[in-house]
């Protein structure tokens, strides 16, 4: 009788773990999947993400590459229609509410390709940059964030603080009213 007992109870001590490491992979998985990457902020009075929402639809501005990295440069239609206005190589600055954000991704050889050509692989981090004068004035109304990608969580982190952050980098490009990358010809 004693053995019979002692079997079912490690049966449904089995059962149990099982049950248990079933659930928690359910709910890492869970976690991972509904990360509401919108509720996200800089810290300091910064950007947020959900100032950015639709981002991904946006045209691009430019790609750039650095030796580990390949970048999409996108912006909203209030930037884009400024490029094609001339700004900022017309002297005038962008307007307000002008949005800008940076996709990287790590980049890798495409082996598929019939000639030499790197491609995107793992995200892995997106920068935003908007024009607010009002909330941002010392930094010539430029606010700056950026948001790290983690591939195993696929959940995002703020990675910049505070507004003035990215400003400092900007700062050389002040003639251009602080955006580095340059509307090419299509």
């Known amino acids: 009788m004693k053995s019979k007992n002692i079997t079912q109870i490690v049966v449904v001590a089995a059962s149990l773990a099982v049950i248990g490491s079933i659930g928690g992979i359910a709910l890492a998985a869970q976690d991972?999947?509904?990360?509401?990457?919108?509720?996200?902020?800089?810290?300091?009075?910064g950007l947020?993400?959900?100032?950015?929402?639709?981002?991904?639809?946006?045209?691009?501005v430019s790609v750039s590459e650095t030796k580990t990295s390949v970048k999409a440069i996108l912006a909203n239609d209030l930037m884009i229609q400024a490029y094609k206005d001339g700004i900022p190589g017309n002297g005038k600055p962008f307007p307000e509410g002008s949005k800008v954000v940076k996709i990287e991704w790590l980049k890798k050889v495409n082996t598929k390709a019939p000639y030499f050509v790197n491609i995107p692989d793992t995200?892995?981090?997106?920068?935003?940059?908007?024009?607010?004068?009002?909330?941002?004035?010392?930094?010539?109304?430029?606010?700056?964030?950026?948001?790290?990608?983690?591939?195993?969580?696929?959940?995002?982190?703020?990675?910049?603080?505070?507004?003035?952050?990215?400003?400092?980098?900007?700062?050389?490009?002040a003639s251009q009213d602080y955006i580095y990358t340059a509307y090419p010809v299509r």
Not at 32 to 45: E, I, K, N
Not at 48 to 60: I, R, S
Request: hydrophobic residues 30%.
């Open 32 to 45: 991972h999947a509904t990360q509401d990457r919108y509720s996200l902020t800089v810290p300091g009075g």
């Open 48 to 60: 947020a993400f959900a100032d950015f929402k639709g981002y991904d639809a946006w045209q691009t």
């Open 123 to 173: 995200l892995k981090s997106l920068s935003f940059i908007e024009k607010d004068s009002k909330r941002f004035p010392n930094t010539h109304g430029w606010a700056y964030a950026q948001f790290t990608y983690d591939t195993p969580s696929q959940t995002f982190k703020p990675s910049v603080t505070g507004p003035e952050c990215g400003y400092a980098c900007h700062t050389p490009m």
